[in-house]
């Protein structure tokens, strides 16, 4: 009767879900990231409030937060990058607008920052891990390699300010603070008086609540497509409408903000 136990390699073993060797690990990362593909192609066909709502807080990073905690996802870096390209495809998709670098830097910083509060899973791999190890770091002695959360720690030391120390927490927004706010910083660094002055408006208490909410026709919570794709667009200084000359004699530009005048 033994000889109906099946052998498993090395590489192909899992535990509970998680991907325990290197083959495992990528069959795991690849599959969910063609479930994730495929739904984002079906989000279209929603509201686009509705559908950003449902990518943020059901079908993307929430699906693979159990394989990152679990497992040492965030060495898959080729893989990551092309969740993350898959959603950034998809929140172009919904928003109706061009995406570039600096607005998908916006998109993805949590909403108080003022950004959407879409992770990239890139960023917050190695903070999701070693909070994870840190929780249960009594147990971890003989599960979890010494060279494994070394390496995480490694790598989240080159995402975060060169001052930034790590936490004790095992909480894992206080990992993934240190790396939003870097991310934050460069961004402003680089931006102009009119973007760093909507960054930091965007920022304010109460400003991003429309963002959270929970799209309800009935509570009168719910915005059409091109209400959400203008309310995101400002919010994020994306390009919404062709130059055209408004009636005071400016030119408008493609951010609009010459409407808010």
């Known amino acids: 009767e033994f000889l109906l136990i099946e052998c498993v390699p090395r590489d192909h073993i899992t535990l509970l879900g998680a991907g325990l060797g290197d ?20 989000l279209t066909r929603l509201p686009s409030q509705t559908a950003f709502f449902l990518l943020k807080n059901c079908y993307a990073i929430p699906k693979f937060m159990y394989l990152i905690r679990t497992s040492a996802a965030f060495s898959e870096t080729d893989l990551l990058n092309e969740i993350d390209t898959a959603l950034r495809s998809a929140v172009q998709d919904v928003f109706n607008v061009t995406i570039l670098d600096d607005i ?49 720690l490694d790598m989240w030391t080159n995402l975060v300010d060169e001052t930034a120390t790590a936490p004790s927490s095992s909480r894992q927004k206080d990992w993934t603070k240190h790396v939003y706010n870097v991310r934050r910083n460069t961004l402003l660094a680089n931006c102009n008086s009119l973007d760093v002055a909507r960054i930091q408006g965007c920022s304010s208490r109460g400003s991003g609540d429309w963002i959270d909410v929970l799209p309800s026709a009935t509570l009168g919570l719910s915005l059409s497509n091109d209400e959400f794709r203008i309310a995101a667009g400002l919010r994020l200084g994306a390009p919404i409408t062709p130059l055209f000359p408004c009636i005071c004699g400016t030119v408008c530009t493609p951010d609009a903000n010459h409407a808010l005048i």
């Open 23 to 42: 083959k495992s690990l990528q069959d795991k990362l690849s599959k969910k990231l063609e479930t994730l593909q495929r739904m984002c192609t079906r």
């Open 104 to 152: 998908w830097l916006k998109i993805t910083l949590p909403v108080k920052l003022g950004g959407f509060g879409l992770q990239c899973i890139s960023d917050i791999s190695t903070s999701a891990f070693i909070s994870s190890v840190v929780s249960v770091n009594k147990l971890t002695g003989q599960s979890t390699p010494d060279a494994t959360y070394d390496k995480a």
